[in-house]
C-alpha cells in the first residue's frame, strides 16, 4: 500500500488546505450571498419615512392627540362585497359628523398596492369607498377624517380579507 496514493479511510483522495479553503470559501460566499439579497429586498420594500421631520412632528404630537381624543370618536372598518364601509362612531353613539376623509387602503409593509379612497356617506351612517376585488391578507386603512371644529382624526385600522 502507497501513503502517497491512499488516504487513511481509503478513498485515495487526500484532504490539502487549498481544499479546506475552499469550503470555507464557499460556504461564507453562500452567506454573504443571502445577506446582500435579504438586505437588498428590504431596502427595496420598504415604504418610507412616516413624517419628514420627526423632531418637528414631536413638538405638537401631544396636542393632537388630546385634540382627537376629546372628540370621543371610535372607528371601525368592514368589508362587504367590493365597497369598503369605514363606520366614525361619536360619543352620542351616533355617526360622527365629517367634514372630510382622505385615505388610503394599503400593506402595511410596502406602498406598491396603495389604494386612494374615495368615501360617501350613507345618510347619517357609515362611509362607503368603493375598493373592488382586493387580493386576500393583511390589509391597512390609513385616515384621516376632518372634524367640522377642524380636529383631523388620525387611524390606522388592520383589514384582513380571507382566501376564496
Known sequence: MNAMSENENG??????????FLIFAGAF?????????????????????????????????????????????????????????????GPDGRAARVEEISATLGRATQRQDDRDLSFSQLAEGPHVAPVGELPPGKWELRFVATAVNGVPFRQRISLYVPEG
Open 29 to 89: 460566499a453562500v452567506i454573504i450571498g443571502v445577506n446582500v439579497f435579504m438586505a437588498y429586498s428590504a431596502v427595496g420594500t420598504f415604504p418610507g419615512l412616516a413624517v419628514k421631520n420627526s423632531y418637528v412632528a414631536s413638538q405638537t404630537f401631544d396636542q393632537e392627540r388630546k385634540a382627537q381624543e376629546a372628540l370621543g370618536w371610535e372607528a371601525s372598518v368592514a368589508l362587504q362585497d367590493s365597497d369598503l364601509v369605514l363606520d366614525i362612531i
Open 11 to 20: 478513498t485515495g483522495k487526500e484532504l490539502t488546505g487549498r481544499k479546506v
